[in-house]
């Protein structure tokens, strides 16, 4: 993979939208699977969405992405997966039995559901989709750098080949990213809200994930 090469990045663009595809998951997302490209080349929705997220200028978007690449969402998940690996069935129960703060409860709940059944990458794929979306529109609003950004696309698929098999696995990290912060962007009903429209994703003929390898 030599993305300073115009034809390689041409021939990886498929792959890439199949990854930001996912944070466009809502009522929305047939229209941004058949037309990939507007999920970030629209600049008077992008500008207010990455305001959002204190994102103003390079520097701000830098760490955002920065911070997803090299942390993000599934440290605190792993440090959970962890403990939880190491208690039998019983003793997790007695774990969550014993936890008083809503919120934590809720987050544990979803590390006992997944935490055996997510490859090497656990909840990453919110991670590394999100911060390949938050390239590609720092690109288009002039933040990076041409070179810039395929650079980091670069280091983006390399991570979630080296922690993923197959779109399914992928998909179902993205999901459970979503459940474990079960108050931000309707994380707690994010899979009863979506399911219809995940379900409309996947069997959307033009849906790259059916067509590429991971």
């Not at 990939?36 to 990455?50: F, H, I, W």
């Not at 997790?92 to 014993?98: A, D, K």
């Not at 219809?196 to 991971?214: A, D, G, T, V």
Request: proline share 3%; glycine share 6%; with cysteine.
């Amino acid at each position: 993979m030599d993305l300073s090469n115009p034809n390689e990045r041409k021939a990886w663009m498929p792959y890439i939208n199949a990854v930001i595809s996912l944070c466009s998951i809502g009522k929305d997302v047939g229209y941004f699977i058949v037309n990939p490209t507007r999920q970030y080349n629209n600049r008077s929705k992008v500008r207010p969405m990455l305001s959002s997220y204190g994102i103003y200028d390079k520097e701000t978007l830098l760490k955002q992405v920065d911070w997803l690449i090299a942390t993000g969402r599934r440290h605190e998940f792993e440090q959970d997966a962890r403990r939880f690996s190491v208690l039998t069935e019983a003793q997790r129960n007695q774990y969550m039995e014993s936890i008083e703060d809503e919120e934590r409860i809720l987050k544990m709940a979803v590390v006992n559901k997944y935490f055996r059944r997510l490859p090497s990458g656990g909840i990453g794929a919110y991670d590394f989709s999100w911060a390949m979306y938050l390239c590609m529109i720092g690109r288009q609003v002039g933040y990076l750098r041409e070179d810039e950004t395929w650079d980091y696309a670069a280091k983006i698929i390399a991570l979630i080949k080296a922690n993923f098999s197959n779109w399914q696995q992928y998909t179902m990290s993205y999901i459970a990213a979503m459940k474990y912060h079960p108050y931000e962007e309707g994380g707690r009903r994010f899979l009863q809200d979506n399911k219809k429209y995940i379900m409309q994703m996947m069997s959307f003929r033009e849906n790259p994930m059916l067509h590429i390898e991971l």
